[in-house]
C-alpha cells in the first residue's frame, strides 16, 4: 500500500469512527448523505454514511479550518476558527452571524481587546477593554447564543463616569465607529 493510499485510508477510518460515535440525530435516523473519499491512484472507495445533523458539523469544521488558515496570516488577529482563541473546546458553540462577527473584528480594530465568554442562559458576552488606563473605555457586547445576533451592548467611558447602552448590531456598531473615530482610529466602513 503506497503513502497516499494509507492517508486516505487512515482519514476515511478517522470520520467514519467519529460519526459513529458522536451521533448528532435521533437513533432513529438513518444517514442522508452517503460521503465518498476515493484514492484516484488505487480507485479504492471509503463510504461514510452522515447524519443530516453531521453534515452540518463537518460544514462547521472546514468553515473553522478555514478561518484559522486566513487568521494565521501575519495581518490578522492569530485567533483559532474553531475556539475563537480561547483553548475552549466549548467555545465553538457560541455562535455568531457574519455581521456580528464583523463587529467584533471592529472592536479589535479599535484596539478594545475583545474577548469571549461561555455560554450563559441564551447569551455570551463579548468584554471589551482598551487596556489604557483607568479611564479607557471597556464594555460588553451580548449576543444570543442561538441567533447569533447582537442584542446589545454597553460601553463604559471615563472609568464609569459614562454608560451608554445600545440595542441590537447596528447601534452597537455605531457607537464603536464613533468610539474609535474620537481616538483617531478611522474604522474601515
Known amino acids: 500500500m503506497n503513502a497516499t493510499a494509507e492517508r486516505v485510508r487512515l482519514a476515511a477510518n478517522a470520520l467514519s469512527e467519529l460519526f459513529r460515535e458522536y451521533p448528532t440525530?435521533?437513533?432513529?435516523?438513518?444517514?442522508?448523505?452517503?460521503?465518498?473519499?476515493?484514492?484516484?491512484?488505487s480507485a479504492e472507495r471509503h463510504c461514510i454514511e452522515l447524519q443530516p445533523g453531521q453534515t452540518d458539523w463537518l460544514r462547521q469544521l472546514a468553515e473553522a479550518e478555514a478561518s484559522t488558515a486566513r487568521a494565521s496570516h501575519p495581518d490578522q488577529r492569530g485567533l483559532c476558527g474553531h475556539c475563537n482563541g480561547t483553548g475552549r473546546a466549548s467555545a465553538n458553540r457560541c455562535y455568531a452571524t457574519r455581521f456580528t462577527e464583523?463587529?467584533?473584528?471592529?472592536?479589535a480594530e479599535a484596539d478594545l481587546h475583545p474577548t469571549r465568554s461561555q455560554s450563559y442562559r441564551g447569551a455570551w458576552r463579548v468584554y471589551l477593554d482598551a487596556k489604557a488606563g483607568p479611564q479607557s473605555l471597556c464594555g460588553s457586547i451580548t449576543v444570543g447564543a442561538r441567533s447569533g445576533r447582537i442584542l446589545r451592548a454597553q460601553l463604559i467611558h471615563d472609568g464609569g463616569a459614562k454608560i451608554s447602552n445600545h440595542t441590537g448590531a447596528v447601534e452597537a456598531r455605531q457607537a464603536l465607529a464613533a468610539y474609535a473615530n474620537s481616538i483617531g482610529h478611522g474604522l474601515r466602513r
Open 25 to 41: 440525530d435521533a437513533d432513529s435516523t438513518t444517514g442522508a448523505v452517503l460521503l465518498t473519499i476515493t484514492d484516484t491512484a
Open 102 to 107: 464583523r463587529v467584533i473584528a471592529l472592536a
